[in-house]
């Protein structure tokens, strides 16, 4: 079966300093790979999502990157965090074909919060 | 993109049916309408998704208006762990889901 790895589950960094978290899946090829965050009583936002290895797109413009540099690895980070950078981040995956029925299958989430 | 509209909050007694509605008035022909959940501090997870038949599974139904500008999701008998936030969407194959703020249900004992 398939399963969505995410960590940290938590991480504090203070203002400036560098991010990086990682989700990797098992039990599968190929996925497509997805980014979001949400902020604090609010809905997901689509980050970064990468239908193949180094494949990246992003859809909101801000001080992070993601990469994707194995097949079911997937990275989000940045050079400098900022306050507004806090919230709970959440990596999913779903069937690499391009499918409106496609399922999104998530990660339990890492809640960063920057101070 | 096609918005989709739901109420900000219902209440339901354990071991009652729920019905939580959505309405996507400028849906288009080819978005199928998916529900997922989230449980507090957790990620979302699939619940149903439909195109335009009415859809059953083990954890709900889906019942969707002739027209398809609105749909409901239907859970037979809450318990407190259906208590979550619930996300209708509507997807069409764009990579782009957009979960909105979603109903919060509260399930009372």
């Known amino acids: 079966s398939q399963t969505i790895h995410q960590w940290p589950a938590t991480l504090v960094q203070p203002v400036g300093s560098p991010l990086s978290l990682e989700c990797t899946v098992e039990?599968?090829?190929?996925?497509?790979l997805y980014w979001y965050r949400q902020a604090a009583g609010r809905g997901l936002q689509l980050l970064f999502y990468s239908v193949g290895i180094g494949q990246i797109s992003s859809e909101v413009p801000q001080n992070l990157s993601a990469s994707r540099p194995q097949d079911r690895q997937f990275i989000l980070s940045s050079k400098k965090l900022l306050l507004s950078d806090s919230g709970f981040y959440l990596c999913?995956?779903?069937?690499?074909?391009?499918?409106?029925?496609?399922?999104?299958?998530f990660g339990a989430g890492t809640r960063l919060s920057v101070l | 993109d096609a918005k989709t509209t739901q109420p900000n909050s219902m209440e339901s007694n354990e071991e009652e049916p729920v019905h939580l509605p959505c309405n996507h008035s400028?849906?288009?022909?080819?978005?199928?309408i998916h529900w997922y959940r989230q449980l507090p501090s957790q990620g979302p997870e699939y619940v149903i998704h439909?195109?335009?038949s009415n859809v059953n599974n083990r954890m709900a139904s889906l019942a969707i208006a002739e027209d398809r500008k609105s749909s409901t999701l239907i859970l037979h008998r809450a318990t407190l762990r259906d208590a979550a936030v619930y996300y209708c969407i509507l997807y069409n194959n764009n990579n782009d889901m957009r979960f909105g703020a979603g109903t919060r249900l509260t399930v009372k004992p």
């Open positions: 039990g599968t090829s190929n996925p497509n």
């Open positions: 999913a995956w779903s069937g690499g074909f391009y499918s409106a029925q496609n399922i999104q299958y």
């Open positions: 439909g195109l335009t």
């Open positions: 400028t849906i288009s022909g080819t978005d199928y």
